[in-house]
């Protein structure tokens, strides 16, 4: 099942803005993952955050977590057309014992040159 | 970060025949897999979760006979699309859980297989 939803569900900005991408979810977690998926392709590992953190940086991304209000969000700044594809978060549950991780909406970015 | 190699991907098969895809890991040993469908402009469902030697645990909804999971080994696990339906046409995605998922390691995906079957 999936866990819950991304806004915007589509982005378009030009080469040099910042991007920035909003997930909620559900459940307790145990950590919340975005990933890049280029179309037609796998999905790539960006960062991951885990629930006791609330902010990461990983070069020009910067992801956010706010449990109280379930919800997280991934900055892109400066962005590159390079940077089109779909982002999508996704979630540990808190406990789990497989690992399973449950994919949000995702969004849709278009970056213009 | 972890390997994995998905095969085939991409396969046109006809409504009634089955379909094997596969998932190998090039690097370590994965005793846990997991595999996804995706429609067009969708997210990720999670179908099962995959476990060396033992059966696999499926998801609500997921048809167990439908979908043939295979994890006979540390470092293949196989997906069965069994009497394939033009319904069944999506994008399948398998991923391997990393060694130590409880920490700061993301998890590593197949570049996924296009079925269609017509």
């Known amino acids: 099942s999936q866990q819950g939803e991304e806004d915007p569900q589509a982005l378009s900005i030009q080469e040099g803005e910042n991007a920035t991408m909003n997930c909620s979810y559900k459940?307790?977690?145990?950590?919340l993952q975005w990933y890049r998926q280029n179309s037609g392709r796998g999905l790539v590992h960006l960062i991951l955050?885990?629930?006791?953190?609330r902010e990461k940086h990983s070069g020009r991304l910067r992801v956010t977590l706010d449990t109280s209000k379930k919800s997280s969000s991934l900055l892109i700044t400066a962005s590159r057309a390079a940077d089109t594809a779909s982002y999508f978060c996704?979630?540990?549950?808190?406990?789990?014992?497989?690992?399973?991780?449950?994919f949000g909406r995702g969004t849709q970015l278009t970056v213009w040159p | 970060g972890a390997v994995v190699s998905q095969h085939p991907s991409w396969v046109i098969c006809k409504s009634g025949t089955s379909v094997k895809i596969e998932c190998r890991s090039l690097?370590?040993?994965?005793?846990?897999m997991f595999w996804y469908r995706q429609f067009p402009k969708q997210s990720l469902m999670l179908m099962a979760t995959?476990?060396?030697?033992?059966?696999?645990?499926?998801e609500q909804g997921v048809e167990k006979d439908k979908f043939l999971i295979n994890h006979a080994s540390l470092t293949l696990s196989t997906l069965t699309v069994t009497s394939a339906h033009p319904e069944d046409s999506s994008f399948y995605i398998c991923?391997?859980?990393?060694?130590?998922?409880?920490?700061?390691?993301?998890?590593?995906f197949g570049s996924g297989t296009r079925l269609t079957v017509v």
């Open positions: 996704a979630t540990v549950d808190r406990g789990s014992t497989l690992g399973r991780l449950y």
């Open positions: 459940t307790s977690i145990n950590n």
């Open positions: 955050i885990r629930s006791n953190e």
């Open positions: 995959s476990n060396e030697g033992s059966k696999a645990t499926y």
């Open positions: 690097d370590f040993q994965a005793t846990t």
């Open positions: 991923s391997l859980m990393p060694r130590h998922w409880g920490s700061n390691y993301g998890y590593t």
